[in-house]
T-cell receptor, first 111, second 114 residues
Framework: EDQVTQSPEALRLQEGESSSLNCSYT??????LFWYRQDPGKGPEFLFT???AGEEKEKERLKATLTKKESFLHITAPKPEDSATYLC????????????FGTGTRLQVFP | DGGITQSPKYLFRKEGQNVTLSCEQN?????MYWYRQDPGQGLRLIYY???????QKGDIAEGYSVSREKKESFPLTVTSAQKNPTAFYLC?????????????FGSGTQLSVL
């Protein structure tokens, strides 16, 4: 069964304390992996798309990486405004209509 | 500003009542989607439409209905057949039918049962 698992469920960081969020996937064929940020009571906002193992994308304090089994979202020197839930989603190659979302990691950054 | 507008922000449904959630986009996107978000679960696809007057069922379509009469609009009706409708509903769109494209989301509608 195609599955996307995110860990940890929740993460509390001190401002400036770098860390990583994990998105592991077991799918029959990866078409693309997406990262979104979601603020409470709002819709998700697109961050990155990764297509192949070894690919990396960066945006401000965020860096996303991809291997054949998982993706990491690295957060360097986070600020309180980085607090949000981060969602990972996988589009599978044999059914490209289907986007499988993980349950998300809720990040809180304290000053 | 271009974007996706969902209304209302909060909606309450009585027993046996059908309710309709509005989704309008002015991005000129071809594809539109409805997702349901429950605490502790990933987003689940209810319905999607890749072109006007055409739509397909997603993973959890039972108890829901949609229409796509205009490119800009994709309303979702939660029928009385949906026994557990309480959830956060998200509408999304993407520019074309290209499955590699990212989704643009609205700000959501929280539906609760009275």
């Amino acid at each position: 069964e195609d599955q996307v698992t995110q860990s940890p469920e929740a993460l509390r960081l001190q401002e400036g304390e770098s860390s990583s969020l994990n998105c592991s996937y077991t799918v029959s064929g990866l078409r693309g992996l997406f990262w979104y940020r979601q603020d409470p009571g709002k819709g998700p906002e697109f961050l990155f798309t990764l297509y192949s193992a070894g690919e990396e994308k960066e945006k401000e304090r965020l860096k996303a990486t991809l291997t054949k089994k998982e993706s990491f979202l690295h957060i360097t020197a986070p600020k309180p405004e980085d607090s949000a839930t981060y969602l990972c989603a996988v589009r599978i190659s044999y059914n490209t209509d289907k986007l499988i979302f993980g349950t998300g990691t809720r990040l809180q950054v304290f000053p | 500003d271009g974007g996706i507008t969902q209304s209302p922000k909060y909606l309450f449904r009585k027993e046996g009542q059908n309710v309709t959630l509005s989704c309008e986009q002015n991005l000129n996107h071809d594809a539109m989607y409805w997702y349901r978000q429950d605490p502790g679960q990933g987003l689940r696809l209810i319905y999607y439409s890749q072109i006007v007057n055409d739509f397909q069922k997603g993973d959890i379509a039972e108890g829901y209905s949609v229409s796509r009469e205009k490119k800009e609009s994709f309303p979702l009706t939660v029928t009385s057949a949906q026994k557990n409708p309480t959830a956060f509903y998200l509408c999304a769109s993407s520019p074309t039918r290209d499955r590699d494209e990212k989704l643009f989301f609205g700000s959501g509608t929280q539906l609760s049962v009275l």
